[in-house]
């Protein structure tokens, strides 16, 4: 079994001066303004539009994300309906062959909860993990040994399995989405993936996101 952390990649090939053009260029229709649009003016227009909350112009812009996370987290991931997924499929993938290294590959739960290892309450809480884990890839294997394909096998594995979802939204339905899986009440795995994801978009996009912060 293998046990990795949580990762994200921007996948997006849209530069930033390109989506700043976009979004201005539609933004400003709402205002007949377009004489105004010079070298350096979509930030300003931009960062004014999300000031006062006109947040449909900035719908015009989206941004790809390829999301490694478990399972669990993939659940509430798609119940942002504003978005277009394509998942790693449990159906199809078969964690005995080779290119997965004929093993499971499960996120690390000491990571998105901030286990302390050296705490011995946390750590015994991580071994009955680890152990869970270790045996569901057991009986996977041996349920595809007696002949079930992947498709039948896949009951056993947990929600802690890694998985890769590519996630695309409109810029506003990433804020919300940020504002929404960043907040304190939020499962503490997706706000782990939350954080990585805001990091990125403030350094990539940053009239876009550098508003929103997340608390720790």
């Known amino acids: 079994m293998i046990i990795k952390k949580p990762e994200i990649e921007i996948l997006s090939e849209t530069s930033y001066e390109e989506l700043l053009k976009k979004v201005e260029r539609a933004g400003r229709v709402c205002y007949k303004s377009e004489e ?26 989206s941004i790809t994300v390829r999301i490694v996370c478990d399972r669990g987290v ?16 449990t159906r199809y993938c078969n964690y005995a062959n080779e290119k997965f290294g004929s093993q499971i590959t499960c996120i690390d739960l000491a990571s998105g909860f901030q286990y302390d290892l050296n705490d011995e309450k946390d750590r015994r809480k991580y071994e009955i993990w680890k152990k869970a884990m270790e045996e569901a890839e057991r009986y996977y294997f041996e349920l595809l040994e007696a002949g079930a394909r992947p498709e039948e096998a896949r009951s056993i594995l947990p929600n802690s399995l890694k998985t890769e979802i590519v996630v695309t939204m409109d810029i506003r339905e990433w804020r919300h989405f940020i504002r929404l899986r960043g907040g304190h009440a939020a499962h503490p795995q997706i706000r782990e993936i939350t954080k990585m994801i805001l990091e990125e978009f403030s350094r990539r996009y940053p009239v876009f996101f550098g508003d929103l912060k997340i608390e720790e």
Do not use: M, P
């Not at 350096?40 to 812009?61: D, M, P, Q, W």
């Not at 993939?74 to 499929?89: G, L, P």
């Open 74 to 89: 993939t659940h509430e991931i798609v119940r942002h309906r504003i978005a277009s997924y394509s998942q790693e499929s």
């Open 36 to 61: 105004n649009i010079k070298e350096g003016s979509a930030e300003t227009f931009i960062r004014g539009i999300l000031k006062r909350g006109h947040e449909s112009v900035v719908e015009h812009g």
